[in-house]
């Protein structure tokens, strides 16, 4: 009897046993689960391709984001870092080596780097790697990285656009036979054009960083200043007439000068233009 009841508890023990790990499995999956869907929700809503590289054999398992990336299907691009490689556009091979070899040998936390991929369709396309050495050997050696692919093409348009039309800025504002200088509004000059120039006879290099006292008397330096505070008060520009002596060569003119606001993209004042025409 005694026996009868022992073998019943083993019994029940094991099934309770065989319960609560397929409770757990059943647990673990699920989170497991759960765990993918969130990675994948990050990863898609984030629009990043994923590839992981096995470094020794030189194998890169990669998702169908990254694929989709420059137009292929996941089966149409080997699983290799050669397929990587032949996408590379070459100017910007050197770059990446380095970044790549920087970070595997600890130099750095992270691998960053940006650079330009062929398209299926022919075109170039922008991307920002970011990947991290997740195993190294007992000699510490890299063995296995993590990252991610972003698509920066449309950021780097927009840089080039920017720097092309600051570009024609520049040349418009060197061009032009007036003065021309900004100020922040503590009335330091932060630009200027060439002909502005021969007023203090200095290079611009000269005069950005520097105030009205390091080129005028105190009394023309209050005026000026005075004109700068009028001018970042009000909506409206600031108009006057007064002399003007170039140091380049003394010579002397009526000029008339315009002062306005510059303001940020939210509205607050960051300092003063003016513009100064002979007359």
């Known amino acids: 009897l005694f026996i009868s009841a022992l073998l019943a508890l083993v019994l029940r023990y094991r099934q309770q046993r065989r319960q609560s790990v397929a409770h757990e499995s059943s647990t673990i999956e699920r989170m497991q689960r759960e765990h993918a869907e969130r990675m994948e929700l990050a990863l898609g809503g984030a629009a990043l391709g994923l590839w992981d590289w096995n470094i020794p054999r030189g194998r890169v398992v990669r998702d169908q984001r990254w694929c989709a990336q420059f137009g292929y299907e996941l089966r149409e691009v080997a699983p290799s870092l050669a397929s ?20 595997m040998s600890g130099v750095t936390d992270v691998c960053e780097a940006e650079y330009r991929m062929r398209h299926k369709a022919g075109h170039w396309v922008w991307i920002q790697l970011r990947g991290k050495v997740m195993e190294r050997d007992a000699n510490g050696a890299a063995q296995r990285m993590l990252g991610t692919h972003l698509d920066i093409t449309l950021r780097k348009r927009a840089e080039a656009d920017l720097r092309q039309s600051r570009a024609l800025v520049r040349t418009l504002i060197d061009t032009i036979q007036d003065m021309i200088w900004l100020k922040d509004v503590d009335g330091v000059y932060l630009d200027c054009n060439p002909a502005f120039e021969r007023l203090w006879n200095k290079p611009r290099a000269q005069i950005v960083g520097k105030t009205d006292l390091d080129f005028a008397t105190a009394e023309a330096a209050a005026l000026f200043r005075e004109l700068d505070r009028a001018a970042m008060a009000t909506e409206s520009a600031v108009v006057y007439e007064d002399w003007k002596t170039l140091a380049v060569d003394g010579s002397r003119g009526v000029y008339e000068s315009i002062k306005k606001t510059m303001r940020n993209p939210q509205g607050r004042v960051i300092g003063v233009m003016g513009i100064s025409r002979d007359i």
Request: avoid cysteine; aromatic fraction near 4%.
């Open 84 to 103: 990587w490689e032949g996408m590379l556009h070459p100017d910007d091979r050197a770059g990446v080596n380095m970044a790549l070899s920087q970070h």
